[in-house]
């Protein structure tokens, strides 16, 4: 072979190179889920041989009752237990997106005023646990709007709590917006500044969906914490997963089976979010 002649099965050596092992395909395989999965599967054949248990579960899951939620049709009424639970789940995170979205926006403005503004509320937030947070807005917060409106204006206790859950998990999910902003590099915002885009149009068409592409899977994450931190607005007498657990042990004094299908039920529900959590990191990891 000449000095000149390419070495020969160039595109065959790459393939065999990148080619994993079998250690490796293990280790890629997720034994986890399927051990968590076949678990869970015998777990709930065994609790539906027992009485007890299919009337825990039936409580928790489908009770015969209702809770005005004091939003507009068709969310204004829904059925207690589990619906409740994911509920609060999806509406807190909505808000907490959208008012993080702000803050973190605000976090990394050179306006003095706006960057102050919403450190001030991130430290607050963050420095004030959940569940003070919740009981502070259901027994402080909503007394005082009803008494100033002269019952005008109420929340309802599943609002009270929405509201408690968004606005602090807003405050985590801030920082998360910051560090996505922050990671994309400056020269990015001048050049867009320099074809002639204005503050807010680089922000939105440039650094934006870029930041928002790295943070996914933080989000996704705090989404998954979130729905286990639902149980906290239980406190606040919000007939959710807990709570219907709780009303159960009191009418039956089986606490071993009330807790433990509350449980189980709360591992269900996080297991299926991971996985769409995974799913949508592997999406969104595609195109980064």
């Known amino acids: 072979m000449s000095l000149t002649e390419q070495p020969p099965n160039t595109a065959s050596n790459t393939t065999i190179k990148d080619r994993s092992t079998f250690s490796q395909q293990m280790r890629a395989f997720p034994w986890w889920a399927v051990i968590l999965t076949v678990s869970l599967a015998v777990a709930l054949a065994k609790m539906l041989q ?13 009770p015969d009752t209702t809770v005005e939620t004091g939003f507009p049709p ?99 999910l801030a920082e998360v917006y910051r560090a996505g902003i922050e990671s994309i590099s400056r020269g990015q915002m001048e050049a867009a500044r320099s074809v002639g885009m204005s503050y807010v149009q680089a922000m939105r068409y440039v650094i934006l969906p870029q930041a928002i592409r790295r943070v996914v899977p933080p989000l996704a994450n705090d989404f998954v914490a979130m729905l286990k931190d639902s149980a906290l607005v239980s406190v606040v007498a919000v007939p959710e997963i807990l709570q219907s657990a709780r009303l159960f042990v009191s009418r039956t004094f089986r606490a071993f089976e009330g807790y433990n299908s509350a449980a189980f039920l709360y591992l269900v529900l996080t297991l299926m979010f991971i996985f769409v959590v995974r799913f949508i990191e592997r999406r969104w990891k595609t195109g980064v």
């Open 74 to 172: 068709p969310l204004d009424v829904i059925t207690a237990g589990i619906r409740v639970t994911l509920y609060v789940t999806i509406v807190s995170y909505l808000i907490a997106l959208v008012v993080g979205l702000v803050l973190g926006i605000m976090r990394v403005s050179k306006n003095p005023i706006l960057f102050h503004a919403s450190t001030l509320y991130v430290e607050v937030m963050r420095g004030v646990p959940m569940l003070v947070l919740i009981l502070w807005i259901g027994f402080v917060v909503v007394p005082a709007l009803r008494e100033a409106s002269n019952g005008a204006f109420q929340l309802t206790r599943i609002q009270g709590a929405i509201l408690g859950l968004g606005f602090g998990y807003a405050a985590y």
């Open 50 to 62: 027992d009485p007890i248990y299919r009337e825990a579960l039936s409580f928790i899951t489908n």
